[in-house]
């Protein structure tokens, strides 16, 4: 439900410094649709990034609402710590496929596994555009680079790894589909656990060719969005009918896995409801009577 005390304007950020036709800065527009419609206000949020052109899209959203930009590859761990924290806050964490899928995997895994609430999007273009367009570990071994150099690996698919990872709510989407990719993002603010989204966002730069599986003509082509039928039964169905696209050349979009039962960190830690910075010192601090009846019964 839409605030009434907030405009479309309250969600706008600065100026978008990306390359002209980015698909990261569609990301940048459903998502202030998404909290505008969701009426989420910009001082509920805290947007969490890393490194790469994608970690530089909290800037161009929501200007009232809080940011940290942390190193490459450390945005999961830095947001766990910031949920712990304030746990008030709803977390939205804003990585790249390099950021996530390599230097960050290890932070990635042990997030899933710990069901951290948030909302993670991965906006997946298959290149390392900060610095010119070399592979990332989400390429493509049938898709060469401009100068004809081909992925010498199996792409690392984000969703499936997720699926595996028994994450509760997993989705892919297409910066060219903006009505799905705002449904999506809604479902996933209202999740309750971790929600991965895999953006499909084409490097209009370096990765935009006619040769390239994640070129927007490629991708408008084959981007076979599931019908509006819910998600799969389980993540082993879910994971087969991924691949059993890829392996035709198509690229399935859609909320694939949910799952609104799983414990979360919070919960599984019973951690406080109140942000830490609220708690005054008495009350961390016991009393010396309550110290010196603590500590007799370990004597």
């Known amino acids: 439900m839409q605030s009434p005390s907030l405009s479309k304007n309250d969600y706008k950020g600065s100026p978008s410094t990306l390359c002209t036709g980015c698909g990261h800065d569609l990301i940048s527009n459903q998502i202030s649709n998404a909290c505008f419609n969701l009426g989420i206000h910009p001082f509920e949020v805290a947007k969490m990034s890393g490194i790469g052109c994608s970690s530089k899209l909290p800037a161009y959203f929501m200007s009232q609402s809080f940011a940290f930009n942390s190193m490459h590859g450390r945005m999961a761990p830095v947001t766990t710590g910031a949920k712990l924290a304030n746990p008030q806050l709803k977390m939205l964490g804003i990585s790249g496929d390099g950021d996530t899928a390599s230097i960050g995997i290890g932070g990635f895994v042990h997030l899933i596994k710990r069901n951290l609430p948030m909302v993670y999007l991965v906006a997946n273009n298959g290149v390392y555009g900060l610095t010119k367009g070399q592979f990332s570990p989400t390429a493509d071994p049938r898709s060469p680079r401009k100068n004809g150099e081909i992925f010498l690996f199996e792409t690392l698919d984000v969703c ?130 309550t110290f010196e009846t603590m500590m007799a019964e370990y004597m």
């Open 160 to 289: 499936t790894l997720s699926l595996e990872l028994g994450c509760g709510f997993v989705a892919r989407s297409f910066v060219g589909n903006p009505s799905q990719l705002s449904m999506i993002l809604q479902k996933a603010f209202q999740h309750n656990g971790t929600a991965i989204i895999d953006i499909l966002s084409p490097c209009i730069t370096f990765n935009n060719h006619d040769e390239s599986m994640k070129s927007y003509s490629y991708l408008k082509a084959h981007e076979v969005p599931m019908k509006e039928v819910g998600p799969f039964a389980d993540p082993l169905a879910a994971t087969a009918e991924i691949r059993k696209a890829y392996k035709s050349g198509e690229v399935l979009t859609g909320i694939f896995y949910e799952n609104t039962e799983a414990a979360t960190l919070l919960e599984k830690l019973n951690a406080p409801t109140r942000p830490l910075a609220s708690y005054r010192e008495t009350d961390l601090r016991p009393s010396r009577e």
